[in-house]
């Protein structure tokens, strides 16, 4: 099915194609802005776990 959908591009004028890729290009851009918003903020959530973790386990080791 997948290489169907390929040949079909492939034999596509060039104009054709240029409106594909575009609609293609209008789906794909938001997901990707998306998806890089969330591993930045996963990233944050990770490093400021770490630091807290870290806070709290040598707060630990002076109280006992």
Sequence with gaps: M?????DTFINLDENNK????????KIINPIK???I???FLLLI????NYYMCRKFS???LINN
């Design 58 to 60: 040598s707060f630990n």
């Design 45 to 48: 959530m990770c490093i400021s």
């Design 18 to 25: 240029s409106k594909v890729m575009n609609i293609v290009s």
């Design 33 to 35: 802005l998306y998806l």
């Design 2 to 6: 997948l290489n169907s959908l390929i």
């Design 37 to 39: 918003v969330v591993i």
